[in-house]
């Protein structure tokens, strides 16, 4: 039987500890890191390692939607 293919949700850089836990142990996803270029302020064209979340597609789906609720939640309880 063929593999499943895998898809990454990189993670906001500043997402909290918290919710980054809760997903981990919520969804059948595995943390990793890939490097990136990235292209805004002071880091234009930089290559950094950015922390993703790797699953397939309709569970990484499913945890798009749960790491932006959070995170709106937690920046309205700034």
């Not at 500043?14 to 890191?33: A, F, M, N, Q, W």
Request: aromatic residues 10%; without cysteine.
């Amino acid at each position: 039987m063929a593999e499943e293919e895998q898809f990454d949700m990189l993670i906001p850089p500043g997402t909290p500890r918290s919710i980054i836990s809760d997903v981990l142990k919520s969804y059948d996803v595995e943390l990793v890191t890939r490097k990136e270029r990235l292209y805004y302020a002071n880091m234009e064209g930089d290559l950094r390692e950015l922390l993703a979340f790797r699953g397939t597609r309709p569970v990484v789906e499913k945890v798009e939607k749960y790491v932006f609720k959070k995170l709106e939640e937690f920046i309205g309880e700034e």
